[in-house]
């Protein structure tokens, strides 16, 4: 059974500075890997989705890795702003069949201005 | 764009009590899902459909149950509510499993 974990589960930082979230998973034979953002009281949205044959995507300040044989993610925030405060979740695909995605905890981030 | 939609977005329940969670989308997608999320804990899927009439159990499925009659709608029904399903539930589609989901916004549901 695949397990999602993401280290730290909290994370409190200065703003400007450059962080980065860990995402690890227990079966390596994933399809995707995606990252999501949630802000309180509101639904999931869709920031990056790396393929399994891919090694990283970047979107603006974001860049999201993907280390498939170690099972490893990271979502790397460049020069942080009090808007990225949000809890980012990352979620992995096992096969290109039904299954629906597994997904982290989640880490909650705080850009502190 | 509507997207996803859920109703109502927060309710308190008596045990022993039912109702459904609405959930409807305007974008044509087959797939549609129901997630829980429990405080500091991630998603758990609940039930999954990847088309109208085509309904597959999630990871906690026990103590729910959906329909699919229409690829617009996706209802979640609990038929007794416990205090153990107090949560946070989520509904979400996407065009083709596992890329480009769109969630709806949840209901914060309480059962005491």
């Known amino acids: 059974k695949q397990e999602v974990t993401q280290i730290p589960a909290a994370l409190s930082v200065p703003e400007g500075e450059n962080l980065v979230l860990n995402c690890s998973f227990t079966?390596?034979?994933?399809?995707?890997l995606q990252w999501f953002r949630q802000d309180p009281g509101k639904g999931l949205t869709s920031l990056l989705l790396?393929?399994?044959?891919?090694r990283e995507q970047t979107s603006g300040r974001l860049n999201a890795s993907l280390d498939k044989s170690s099972g490893r993610s990271t979502l790397y925030i460049a020069a942080s702003q009090p808007g990225d405060s949000a809890t980012y979740l990352c979620a992995v695909k096992q096969n290109s069949g039904n299954t629906p995605l597994v997904f982290g905890k989640g880490t909650r981030l705080s850009v502190i201005a | 764009n509507a997207g996803v939609t859920q109703t109502p977005k927060f309710r308190i329940l008596k045990i022993g009590q039912s109702m459904t969670l609405q959930c409807t989308q305007d974008m044509n997608h087959n797939y549609m899902y129901w997630y829980r999320q429990d405080p500091g804990m991630g998603l758990k899927l609940i039930y999954y459909?990847?088309?109208?009439?085509?309904?597959d159990k999630g990871e906690v499925p026990n103590g729910y149950n959906v329909s699919r009659s229409t690829t617009e709608d996706f209802p979640l029904r609990l038929e007794l509510a416990a205090p153990s399903q107090t949560s946070v539930y989520f509904c979400?589609?996407?065009?083709?499993?596992?890329?480009?989901?769109?969630f709806g916004s949840g209901t914060r549901l309480t059962v005491v």
């Open positions: 079966d390596s034979a994933i399809y995707n």
């Open positions: 790396i393929q399994s044959s891919q």
């Open positions: 979400a589609s996407s065009y083709v499993g596992g890329y480009g989901y769109t």
């Open positions: 459909s990847v088309g109208a009439g085509i309904t």
